[in-house]
Nanobody, 123 residues
């Protein structure tokens, strides 16, 4: 069992930045962790993912060049630095952990999820 707790959400104006954190009870080698978001009335979508061994990263096209995923295994924490935020980035953001293969940005396949942190971007 892996427990995940997100923090760092909030309300910002367009063009602003936020850094989300996800503290995990454990981070295991050789699997993926990811950030997902779900806007009201929409399906959950993958934002970014990271391979826990070596740190290879994956991004959705909509956030490439603006968001950066990273991890600090000593702190058992994954981060999502979000810059140049847009109103379309408004959503509940979730972290997910322990996926061993397949589409890293697909919600199907991740075994553990946090409760989410709300991000609201105003124009």
């Amino acid at each position: 069992q892996v427990h995940l707790a997100e923090s760092g959400g909030g309300s910002v104006q367009a063009g602003g930045s936020l850094r989300l954190s996800c503290v995990a009870s454990a981070i295991y080698d050789g699997n993926y962790m990811g950030w997902f978001r779900q806007a009201q009335g929409k399906e959950r979508e993958g934002v970014a993912a990271i391979y826990t061994t070596g740190g290879t990263t994956f991004y959705a096209d909509s956030v490439k060049g603006r968001f950066t995923i990273s991890q600090d295994n000593h702190k058992k924490t994954m981060y999502l630095q979000m810059n140049s935020l847009k109103p379309d980035d408004t959503a509940m953001y979730y972290c997910a952990a322990v996926r061993f293969g397949g589409d890293q940005l697909s919600a199907v396949g991740y075994n553990y999820w946090g409760q989410g942190t709300q991000v609201t971007v105003s124009s």
